[in-house]
Protein backbone atom coordinates (compact mmCIF):
# COMPACT_ATOMS: atom_id res chain seq x y z
CA UNK A 1 0.00 0.00 0.00
CA UNK A 2 1.61 3.50 -1.11
CA UNK A 3 1.98 6.22 1.72
CA UNK A 4 -0.68 8.38 0.54
CA UNK A 5 -3.87 5.21 0.36
CA UNK A 6 -2.06 4.66 3.75
CA UNK A 7 -3.14 7.98 4.79
CA UNK A 8 -6.49 7.36 3.06
CA UNK A 9 -7.30 3.74 4.75
CA UNK A 10 -6.01 6.03 8.26
CA UNK A 11 -9.15 8.32 7.75
CA UNK A 12 -12.04 5.75 6.39
CA UNK A 13 -10.78 3.66 9.57
CA UNK A 14 -10.66 6.47 11.96
CA UNK A 15 -14.48 7.11 10.92
CA UNK A 16 -15.46 3.57 11.22
CA UNK A 17 -14.16 2.83 14.78
CA UNK A 18 -13.38 4.35 18.02
CA UNK A 19 -11.18 1.09 19.55
CA UNK A 20 -7.50 0.98 20.56
CA UNK A 21 -6.21 1.00 16.90
CA UNK A 22 -7.40 4.27 16.64
CA UNK A 23 -3.91 5.55 18.58
CA UNK A 24 -2.31 4.14 16.17
CA UNK A 25 -4.28 5.53 13.43
CA UNK A 26 -4.00 9.07 15.33
CA UNK A 27 -0.24 8.85 15.57
CA UNK A 28 0.14 7.92 11.89
CA UNK A 29 -2.59 10.61 10.64
CA UNK A 30 0.02 12.97 12.58
CA UNK A 31 2.69 11.80 10.15
CA UNK A 32 0.75 12.31 7.29
CA UNK A 33 -0.14 15.67 8.39
CA UNK A 34 3.71 16.78 9.16
CA UNK A 35 4.42 15.45 5.92
CA UNK A 36 6.23 12.38 4.19
CA UNK A 37 9.99 12.15 4.71
CA UNK A 38 9.76 11.98 0.28
CA UNK A 39 7.76 14.34 0.44
CA UNK A 40 9.20 16.80 2.08
CA UNK A 41 12.83 16.36 0.00
CA UNK A 42 11.02 16.89 -3.34
CA UNK A 43 9.47 20.10 -1.58
CA UNK A 44 12.92 21.29 -0.22
CA UNK A 45 14.82 20.54 -3.86
CA UNK A 46 12.09 22.22 -5.49
CA UNK A 47 12.43 25.47 -3.64
CA UNK A 48 16.30 25.57 -2.96
CA UNK A 49 17.06 27.25 -6.30
CA UNK A 50 15.72 30.86 -6.87
CA UNK A 51 15.52 30.20 -11.09
CA UNK A 52 14.57 34.01 -12.18
CA UNK A 53 15.90 34.50 -15.32
CA UNK A 54 14.71 32.46 -18.35
CA UNK A 55 17.39 30.33 -20.24
CA UNK A 56 16.54 33.40 -22.90
CA UNK A 57 17.91 35.83 -20.76
CA UNK A 58 21.01 34.23 -20.08
CA UNK A 59 21.39 33.09 -23.64
CA UNK A 60 21.65 37.21 -24.25
CA UNK A 61 22.90 38.43 -20.85
CA UNK A 62 25.09 35.74 -20.26
CA UNK A 63 26.10 33.54 -22.80
CA UNK A 64 26.28 35.64 -25.87
CA UNK A 65 28.22 38.65 -24.92
CA UNK A 66 31.17 36.21 -22.96
CA UNK A 67 31.25 34.16 -26.19
CA UNK A 68 31.38 37.03 -28.23
CA UNK A 69 34.23 39.21 -26.30
CA UNK A 70 35.72 35.25 -26.87
CA UNK A 71 34.97 35.53 -30.80
CA UNK A 72 35.95 39.20 -30.74
CA UNK A 73 39.41 38.60 -28.91
CA UNK A 74 41.49 37.63 -32.22
CA UNK A 75 40.34 39.00 -35.49
CA UNK A 76 42.72 39.36 -38.48
CA UNK A 77 41.54 41.99 -41.44
CA UNK A 78 43.12 42.65 -44.28
CA UNK A 79 43.98 46.33 -45.03
CA UNK A 80 45.96 48.18 -47.65
CA UNK A 81 48.60 48.04 -45.55
CA UNK A 82 48.76 44.15 -45.41
CA UNK A 83 47.25 42.16 -42.61
CA UNK A 84 46.67 43.10 -39.23
CA UNK A 85 45.63 41.27 -36.22
CA UNK A 86 44.10 42.24 -33.56
CA UNK A 87 45.09 39.51 -30.53
CA UNK A 88 45.00 40.20 -26.46
CA UNK A 89 48.52 41.75 -25.40
CA UNK A 90 48.38 43.13 -21.94
CA UNK A 91 47.42 41.71 -18.68
CA UNK A 92 44.34 43.17 -18.47
CA UNK A 93 42.68 42.21 -22.50
CA UNK A 94 43.56 38.44 -20.64
CA UNK A 95 41.88 39.44 -17.15
CA UNK A 96 39.07 40.52 -19.11
CA UNK A 97 38.74 36.81 -21.23
CA UNK A 98 39.15 34.98 -18.15
CA UNK A 99 35.97 37.23 -16.84
CA UNK A 100 34.51 35.73 -19.53
CA UNK A 101 35.64 32.49 -19.71
CA UNK A 102 34.16 31.98 -16.47
CA UNK A 103 30.94 33.12 -16.92
CA UNK A 104 30.37 30.60 -19.94
CA UNK A 105 31.44 27.56 -17.66
CA UNK A 106 29.54 28.19 -15.10
CA UNK A 107 26.02 29.75 -16.93
CA UNK A 108 25.88 26.48 -17.99
CA UNK A 109 24.99 25.29 -14.23
CA UNK A 110 22.79 27.95 -14.03
CA UNK A 111 20.66 26.14 -17.71
CA UNK A 112 20.01 22.93 -15.77
CA UNK A 113 18.34 24.34 -13.11
CA UNK A 114 14.72 22.55 -13.10
CA UNK A 115 11.81 25.08 -13.45
CA UNK A 116 13.67 27.64 -15.42
CA UNK A 117 11.08 28.88 -18.07
CA UNK A 118 12.50 28.97 -21.52
CA UNK A 119 11.31 32.72 -22.12
CA UNK A 120 8.54 35.17 -20.43
CA UNK A 121 5.06 35.06 -21.73
CA UNK A 122 5.67 38.21 -23.92
CA UNK A 123 8.37 36.51 -25.57
CA UNK A 124 7.88 34.92 -28.82
CA UNK A 125 9.32 33.06 -31.96
CA UNK A 126 11.13 36.44 -34.24
CA UNK A 127 10.94 33.75 -37.33
CA UNK A 128 8.17 31.75 -37.00
CA UNK A 129 8.01 28.20 -39.06
CA UNK A 130 11.59 28.55 -38.12
CA UNK A 131 12.43 29.07 -34.71
CA UNK A 132 10.12 27.75 -32.38
CA UNK A 133 7.97 29.15 -29.52
CA UNK A 134 9.52 29.28 -26.35
CA UNK A 135 6.39 26.99 -24.87
CA UNK A 136 7.34 24.28 -27.74
CA UNK A 137 11.02 24.42 -27.34
CA UNK A 138 10.46 24.00 -22.96
CA UNK A 139 8.15 20.66 -23.84
CA UNK A 140 11.15 19.66 -25.80
CA UNK A 141 13.64 19.68 -23.19
CA UNK A 142 11.18 18.51 -20.69
CA UNK A 143 10.84 15.53 -22.84
CA UNK A 144 14.48 14.54 -23.27
CA UNK A 145 16.74 16.21 -19.85
CA UNK A 146 19.38 13.85 -21.55
CA UNK A 147 19.76 15.01 -24.38
CA UNK A 148 19.48 19.12 -22.85
CA UNK A 149 21.93 18.30 -19.91
CA UNK A 150 24.31 16.19 -22.63
CA UNK A 151 23.96 19.89 -24.93
CA UNK A 152 24.61 21.84 -21.96
CA UNK A 153 27.74 19.88 -21.25
CA UNK A 154 28.99 20.50 -24.29
CA UNK A 155 29.04 23.84 -23.70
CA UNK A 156 30.79 23.93 -20.33
CA UNK A 157 33.51 21.16 -22.38
CA UNK A 158 33.80 24.14 -24.94
CA UNK A 159 33.82 26.92 -22.10
CA UNK A 160 36.57 24.49 -20.19
CA UNK A 161 38.87 24.74 -23.48
CA UNK A 162 38.38 28.88 -23.51
CA UNK A 163 39.59 29.07 -20.20
CA UNK A 164 42.63 26.61 -20.77
CA UNK A 165 43.57 28.96 -23.59
CA UNK A 166 43.24 32.11 -21.52
CA UNK A 167 44.75 30.64 -18.33
CA UNK A 168 48.32 29.43 -20.81
CA UNK A 169 47.82 32.81 -22.97
CA UNK A 170 47.47 30.65 -26.28
CA UNK A 171 46.35 33.11 -28.77
CA UNK A 172 46.19 29.76 -31.11
CA UNK A 173 44.35 27.78 -28.42
CA UNK A 174 42.03 30.58 -28.11
CA UNK A 175 41.37 30.53 -31.72
CA UNK A 176 40.74 26.46 -31.84
CA UNK A 177 38.75 26.92 -28.32
CA UNK A 178 36.34 29.89 -30.18
CA UNK A 179 35.46 27.54 -32.98
CA UNK A 180 34.73 24.43 -30.54
CA UNK A 181 32.70 26.95 -28.46
CA UNK A 182 30.46 27.87 -31.80
CA UNK A 183 29.82 24.42 -32.32
CA UNK A 184 28.95 23.80 -29.11
CA UNK A 185 26.29 26.48 -29.85
CA UNK A 186 24.92 25.18 -32.92
CA UNK A 187 24.80 21.87 -31.83
CA UNK A 188 21.93 23.05 -29.23
CA UNK A 189 20.42 25.79 -31.55
CA UNK A 190 19.89 22.96 -34.44
CA UNK A 191 18.06 20.80 -31.52
CA UNK A 192 15.98 23.55 -29.89
CA UNK A 193 15.93 26.93 -31.36
CA UNK A 194 15.33 25.90 -34.97
CA UNK A 195 15.69 22.38 -35.79
CA UNK A 196 15.37 21.47 -39.11
CA UNK A 197 16.53 24.51 -40.32
CA UNK A 198 20.54 24.99 -41.34
CA UNK A 199 20.42 21.19 -41.47
CA UNK A 200 21.78 18.56 -38.87
CA UNK A 201 19.31 15.50 -39.98
CA UNK A 202 16.75 14.93 -37.31
CA UNK A 203 17.66 11.83 -35.89
CA UNK A 204 20.86 13.38 -34.52
CA UNK A 205 19.88 15.56 -31.15
C1 LIG B 1 22.04 23.57 -24.35
C2 LIG B 1 21.43 24.40 -25.32
C3 LIG B 1 22.04 25.70 -25.74
C4 LIG B 1 23.37 26.02 -25.91
C5 LIG B 1 24.57 25.13 -25.71
C6 LIG B 1 23.39 27.38 -26.35
N1 LIG B 1 22.13 27.87 -26.46
FE1 LIG B 1 21.61 29.75 -27.06
N2 LIG B 1 19.67 29.25 -26.93
C7 LIG B 1 19.16 28.05 -26.52
C8 LIG B 1 17.73 28.08 -26.60
C9 LIG B 1 16.80 26.95 -26.23
C10 LIG B 1 17.38 29.35 -27.09
C11 LIG B 1 15.97 29.88 -27.42
C12 LIG B 1 15.44 30.65 -26.24
C13 LIG B 1 14.44 31.66 -26.73
O1 LIG B 1 14.92 32.71 -27.19
O2 LIG B 1 13.26 31.39 -26.67
C14 LIG B 1 18.62 30.07 -27.28
C15 LIG B 1 18.69 31.37 -27.72
C16 LIG B 1 19.85 32.07 -27.89
C17 LIG B 1 19.90 33.47 -28.27
C18 LIG B 1 18.72 34.36 -28.54
C19 LIG B 1 18.29 35.04 -27.26
C20 LIG B 1 17.19 36.04 -27.51
O3 LIG B 1 17.41 37.21 -27.21
O4 LIG B 1 16.14 35.63 -28.01
C21 LIG B 1 21.23 33.80 -28.37
C22 LIG B 1 21.79 35.15 -28.77
C23 LIG B 1 21.99 32.63 -28.03
N3 LIG B 1 21.12 31.60 -27.73
C24 LIG B 1 23.36 32.57 -28.01
C25 LIG B 1 24.08 31.42 -27.71
C26 LIG B 1 25.51 31.31 -27.84
C27 LIG B 1 26.42 32.42 -28.32
C28 LIG B 1 25.84 30.06 -27.45
C29 LIG B 1 27.20 29.44 -27.39
C30 LIG B 1 28.27 30.16 -26.83
C31 LIG B 1 24.61 29.38 -27.08
N4 LIG B 1 23.57 30.23 -27.27
C32 LIG B 1 24.56 28.07 -26.64
C33 LIG B 1 19.88 26.97 -26.10
C34 LIG B 1 21.26 26.88 -26.11
Known amino acids: MGYSQLCRRGHELLDATL ?3 VVAIVVGMTACASGLPARSEHTDKASFFRPTA ?27 DGIKTTQPETDDDWRALRRHAITLVEATNLLLIDGRRVAGTESHSALPGIDLEPGEIELLVAD ?44 CHSVYWYPGYGGRPDDVP
Do not use: F
Not at 63 to 79: H, I, R
Not at 164 to 178: I, K, M, N, S, Y
Open 54 to 80: TIEDIMRWMVDPAADAVWDAVVTVGTV
Open 144 to 187: DRETWTRLVHELHDAGVGVMDAVVATDVDGLLVAGDQLDLACEN
Open 19 to 21: TLS
